[in-house]
C-alpha cells in the first residue's frame, strides 16, 4: 500500500526508511495519539515492581512479560511512549503504525549490525568528524536497540530513552554554543575592522615590507647559489688534487718496488 503524504501526519514508514523495525498498519476511527505521560508510566513501573515484591500478581494479566511482571498493554504503552506510532491519512481513513513488540533474538541483532554498516556504506558516511548521516543512521539504530530492550524489559528500555534524551539535549547545546560562538567571533571581527580607521596604511606598511623582504629573500637564494657553485668548484679542484697526488704517490710506490726486487734478486745470485 502506498500511502499520500501528509504533512501534518506523516506518511507510512517502509523498512527501507529506517532500521527502528515497525509493525503492519492498523485502521484507526481518530488520528490521535494517546500518550500516556512519563508520570503514568513510572507509576506503571512502581505499581508493577510493588506487586511482584508482595507476591500478588495483578488481574487480567494474560500476557506476561517474561523479565517484569509488567503486562504486554501496559509495556507496548511504554514502547509507544519512547518511540510514537505513525500517523498518516489515505483517502479519508486514518492508519496507525506502530513499532514492532516482537522480541528479538541473537540472529536480530546480527542482522541489524549488517544493516547499519550496509546504510553507512551507501550513503557514504563519514567515519571522523561530524557527519549528519553517521548521526541519523546511528540515532536509528539506537532506536531499535531501544526497542528490542524495551520489549524484554520495559524499565530498561525507559532508562536508555531518557540516555537518549540527555544526550539529544547535550548535542543541541553543544551546537548552540559552537553556532553562538561563532556569530560572536564574526562580530568581534566586523568590529575590529570597523574600529580600525588606517586599514589601508597599515595594509601600505605590510605590502611595503612584504616587497623588503621578498627582496632579501632573491638576495639570500642568489648568496646560496654562488656559494654553492663556488664550494662546488673548489671541491673539484681538490678532488683532481687529491687524484694527482695518488696518482703520483703510486708511480713512486711502483718505482720503489721495483727497485726493492732489483736489489733482493742481486742478493740471491
Same mark, same amino acid.
Given at each position: 500500500m502506498e500511502a499520500k503524504k501528509n504533512v501534518a501526519l506523516g506518511r507510512r514508514?517502509?523498512?527501507?526508511?529506517?532500521?527502528?523495525?515497525?509493525g503492519t498498519p492498523k485502521l484507526i476511527t481518530c488520528h490521535q495519539v494517546t500518550i500516556p505521560p512519563?508520570?503514568?508510566l513510572q507509576g506503571l513501573i512502581d505499581r508493577s515492581g510493588s506487586m511482584e515484591e508482595e507476591g500478588c500478581?495483578?488481574?487480567?494479566?494474560?500476557?506476561?512479560?517474561?523479565?517484569?511482571?509488567?503486562?504486554?498493554?501496559?509495556?507496548?504503552?511504554i514502547l509507544n511512549y519512547i518511540l510514537p506510532p505513525n500517523e498518516w491519512e489515505e483517502n479519508r481513513k486514518?492508519?496507525?503504525?506502530?513499532?514492532?513488540?516482537?522480541?528479538?533474538?541473537?540472529?536480530?541483532?546480527?542482522?541489524?549490525?549488517?544493516?547499519?554498516?550496509? /546504510?553507512?556504506?551507501?550513503?557514504?558516511?563519514?567515519?571522523?568528524?561530524?557527519?549528519?548521516?553517521r548521526r541519523k543512521i546511528y540515532t536509528q539504530c539506537f532506536d531499535e536497540m531501544i526497542r528490542q530492550t524495551t520489549v524484554r524489559c520495559a524499565e530498561r528500555g525507559l532508562m536508555l530513552y531518557l540516555c537518549r534524551q540527555e544526550i539529544d539535549f547535550s548535542l543541541s547545546a553543544y551546537k548552540k554554543l559552537y553556532i553562538s560562538s561563532g556569530a560572536y567571533?564574526? /562580530?568581534?571581527?566586523?568590529?575590529?575592522? =570597523?574600529?580600525?580607521?588606517?586599514?589601508?596604511?597599515?595594509?601600505?606598511?605590510?605590502?611595503?615590507?612584504?616587497?623588503?623582504?621578498?627582496?632579501?629573500?632573491?638576495?639570500?637564494?642568489?648568496?646560496i647559489?654562488?656559494?654553492? =657553485? /663556488?664550494?662546488?668548484?673548489?671541491?673539484?679542484?681538490?678532488?683532481?688534487? /687529491?687524484?694527482?697526488?695518488?696518482?703520483?704517490?703510486?708511480?713512486?710506490?711502483t718505482v720503489l718496488k721495483k727497485e726493492l726486487e732489483g736489489l733482493v734478486s742481486g742478493r740471491k745470485m
Open positions: 514508514i517502509m523498512a527501507e526508511d529506517t532500521l527502528v523495525k515497525y512519563l508520570e503514568r500478581p495483578p488481574p487480567d494479566r494474560t500476557k506476561i512479560c517474561k523479565e517484569t511482571g509488567m503486562s504486554k498493554k501496559e509495556s507496548e504503552e486514518y492508519w496507525r503504525q506502530t513499532v514492532s513488540s516482537d522480541p528479538s533474538s541473537r540472529r536480530d541483532v546480527i542482522e541489524l549490525t549488517d544493516e547499519l554498516n550496509s /546504510r553507512l556504506q551507501s550513503a557514504n558516511a563519514s567515519d571522523i568528524g561530524i557527519d549528519e548521516t567571533a564574526i /562580530r568581534k571581527t566586523l568590529l575590529s575592522v =570597523k574600529g580600525s580607521e588606517n586599514n589601508n596604511s597599515v595594509a601600505g606598511d605590510f605590502v611595503s615590507k612584504n616587497d623588503i623582504l621578498k627582496g632579501e629573500i632573491r638576495e639570500i637564494k642568489e648568496k647559489f654562488h656559494e654553492k =657553485k /663556488r664550494f662546488e668548484e673548489q671541491r673539484k679542484v681538490e678532488t683532481k688534487q /687529491r687524484f694527482d697526488e695518488l696518482d703520483a704517490l703510486e708511480r713512486k710506490r
